[in-house]
């Protein structure tokens, strides 16, 4: 959730950037080019929606995941964290 939340603080600074009349003075008739600031914000604001879009889906993806069971949560503890449970304090071990 949180890079999300970093991306969408990211596109709206973007933008009020870009909003900023002496940032971007318009195109007129004869005026096409953009300033390497300009070039370097619209990049940002493509990867910021990227970003925001890819995170929504990832997130989407893991709350459809079904909840394990604690003796799942357990084992894979066990083999991924072997360490955790050999070397430990008597009280706090689980054996």
């Known amino acids: 959730m949180r890079p999300i939340l970093q991306g969408t603080v990211l596109l709206n600074a973007n ?4 909003a900023i009349p002496s940032v971007d003075p318009g195109s007129g008739p ?6 390497p600031v300009q070039v370097a914000s619209y990049i940002s604001i493509v990867t910021s929606v990227g970003s925001v879009v890819i995170g929504l889906l990832l997130l989407r993806q893991h709350r459809t995941k079904p909840q394990d069971s ?3 949560v357990v084992s894979h503890y066990l083999i991924s ?13 689980v054996e």
């Open 15 to 18: 933008v009020a950037f870009l």
């Open 30 to 35: 004869g005026n096409h080019t953009r300033s």
């Open 70 to 72: 604690a003796d799942e």
């Open 81 to 93: 964290h072997p360490y955790l449970f050999t070397h430990c304090d008597q009280r706090l071990c």
